[in-house]
């Protein structure tokens, strides 16, 4: 996806005028959309995906199976922010074909989950993104891949870019893997497994696996397509997945919306003391982003989950937390960014595997926080945030989506914060900077409640 022209690159902050009351509508999950694709794309039988997320990181999974040979058609209806409300992608399997290309940009669903499908195909997949994606931990999936049968040449870095030959089946099997820098890689050997001959049997060896919701959500998400999963919640060996080799079939999925990117207007409603409802917040969801539920409400707050979505209701105080976020890693930088707000200190542990995410994100918070004023330091798997008063001043934002918005959550209460390419949000909330605006205009239809 091509970045807004329309955006400057400081995007200067807004300051919320007041407590906030608006009802934010958020585009559908990048977690979910993108193992809807690549699901879709195995199965024996066409699907629909309902109210996809189109933004760069789903745009690329789309592109990267078109260029395998799958089919996916759009069925596009604008709404008034540009969000995916009607849409629609119609997913066609086919025969997967080499030679092709595929662009994974920084997206780890991306370089992760699609390594394993293109040993289904019957040539060779060239890997290649973007500058931080070399630096991205892969090495895991290449060798467990290898181990499974594949041919693949990334001379020799365990990273990319690299060509995966595909041979139009990988015989599978057991394999071991140690999935401690991401989740991601034992997720890409589920989803594929399936279509395996022999399946798969992964074992996680290593230190602690983050990001367990993800790989429940690529569990269920498998068992709703027909496959048959056994995991370690169900009696099963500890760190042990099994697939067993089967065809998938075609469904109709309507995509939730996404929670973690509904953080950012959550955090809102708790800087401001005011009171923001994202509506079709499901009940129940493997998205690591309905964790917010609790935790914002330990930072200071309340929420209630009614037929309109989630409201959140802040109490106008913010209490610092410590907490133990390895399960919810992504949900760091805008809890970070509530907690330098707090007006006690937060310690945020079990996340050092975010080194390696789209930016090193332990050390840009820690040092954009500083530079804003802030006392924070970094230990060695997460933060600590001592609240001080904060000032305005360029927020950089090292092409990370929630580092960008981590920076307008303070500004919300701290003038002057710009954030430097806030067009970065594209990779998986394109709608972002209109949002905040509509969510702070109490005459828009956002910020105009029912
Ligand atoms: O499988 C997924 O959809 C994801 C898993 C997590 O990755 P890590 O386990 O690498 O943190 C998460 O941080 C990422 O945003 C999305
Ligand atoms: C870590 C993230 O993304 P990715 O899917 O690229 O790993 C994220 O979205 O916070």
């Known amino acids: 996806m091509t970045e807004s022209p329309a955006l400057p690159a400081l995007w200067p902050?807004?300051?919320?005028?007041?407590?906030?009351?608006?009802?934010?509508?958020?585009?559908?999950?990048?977690?979910?959309?993108?193992?809807?694709?690549?699901?879709?794309?195995?199965?024996?039988?066409?699907?629909?995906?309902?109210?996809?997320?189109?933004?760069r990181d789903t745009l690329l999974m789309a592109e990267a199976l078109r260029a395998l040979g799958v089919g996916i058609e759009e069925t596009a209806s604008s709404s008034s922010a540009g969000t995916s409300g009607g849409e629609a992608w119609r997913i066609i399997p086919a025969g997967l074909h080499g030679p092709a290309t595929v662009t994974v940009g920084n997206a780890g669903t991306v370089m992760r989950f699609l390594p394993p499908v293109a040993t289904l195909a019957d040539g060779p997949i060239r890997f290649d993104g973007?500058?931080?994606?070399?630096?991205?931990?892969?090495?895991?999936?290449?060798?467990?891949?290898?181990?499974?049968?594949?041919?693949?040449?990334?001379?020799?870095?365990g990273a990319l870019p690299m060509t995966v030959f595909g041979g139009g089946a990988l015989e599978g099997g057991a394999v071991e893997i140690d999935a401690s820098s991401s989740s991601q890689f034992v997720s890409a050997l589920l989803l594929s497994a399936p279509r395996f001959n022999q399946g798969v049997e992964v074992r996680h060896v290593g230190a602690a696996l983050p990001s367990m919701p993800h790989i429940r959500m690529t569990v269920d998400m498998?068992?709703?397509?027909?496959?048959?999963?056994?995991?370690?919640?169900?009696?099963?060996?500890?760190?042990?997945?099994?697939?067993?080799?089967?065809?998938l079939l075609g469904r109709d999925l309507v995509v939730e919306p996404d929670l973690s990117n509904?953080?950012?207007?959550?955090?809102?409603?708790?800087?401001?003391?005011?009171?923001?409802?994202?509506?079709?917040?499901?009940?129940?969801?493997?998205?690591?982003?309905?964790?917010?539920r609790e935790i914002f409400t330990a930072m200071g707050g309340?929420?209630?989950?009614?037929?309109?979505?989630?409201?959140?209701?802040?109490?106008?105080?913010?209490?610092?937390?410590?907490?133990?976020?390895?399960?919810?890693?992504e949900l760091t930088p805008g809890i970070a960014a509530?907690?330098?707000?707090?007006?006690?200190?937060?310690?945020?542990?079990?996340?050092?595997?975010?080194?390696?995410?789209?930016?090193?994100?332990?050390?840009?918070?820690?040092?954009?926080?500083?530079?804003?004023?802030?006392?924070?330091?970094?230990?060695?798997?997460?933060?600590?945030?001592?609240?001080?008063?904060?000032?305005?001043?360029?927020f950089h934002t090292y092409e990370d989506h929630r580092l960008a918005t981590a920076a307008a959550i303070i500004g919300l209460a701290v003038e002057g914060v710009e954030v430097e390419n806030v067009a970065t949000t594209a990779k998986t909330l394109p709608d972002f900077p209109a949002l905040w605006t509509e969510m702070l205009d109490p005459t828009s239809p956002a910020g105009r409640r029912a």
């Open 222 to 247: 498998l068992r709703s397509v027909g496959a048959q999963v056994d995991t370690p919640e169900a009696g099963g060996e500890p760190n042990v997945w099994r697939v067993t080799p089967g065809a």
């Open 130 to 157: 973007d500058p931080r994606s070399y630096e991205r931990p892969l090495g895991g999936v290449i060798n467990a891949l290898r181990a499974l049968g594949a041919r693949i040449d990334d001379d020799n870095r």
């Open 302 to 329: 309340s929420c209630e989950l009614t037929d309109r979505g989630l409201t959140f209701t802040g109490s106008g105080r913010i209490q610092g937390i410590d907490a133990d976020l390895s399960e919810v890693g």
């Open 13 to 55: 902050a807004p300051v919320a005028p007041g407590a906030v009351d608006a009802t934010v509508t958020v585009p559908g999950s990048k977690s979910v959309t993108n193992r809807g694709l690549v699901l879709a794309a195995l199965s024996s039988e066409p699907g629909w995906l309902r109210r996809p997320l189109r933004s």
């Open 338 to 394: 509530v907690a330098a707000l707090a007006d006690s200190p937060s310690t945020l542990r079990g996340v050092a595997h975010l080194r390696l995410h789209e930016t090193d994100r332990l050390a840009a918070l820690t040092k954009e926080l500083n530079e804003l004023g802030g006392d924070v330091t970094e230990t060695a798997d997460g933060l600590h945030i001592r609240p001080r008063p904060l000032h305005g001043g360029i």
């Open 262 to 292: 509904a953080q950012p207007f959550l955090a809102a409603a708790l800087v401001t003391g005011g009171r923001v409802t994202i509506p079709d917040w499901p009940e129940h969801t493997t998205q690591p982003g309905d964790a917010l």
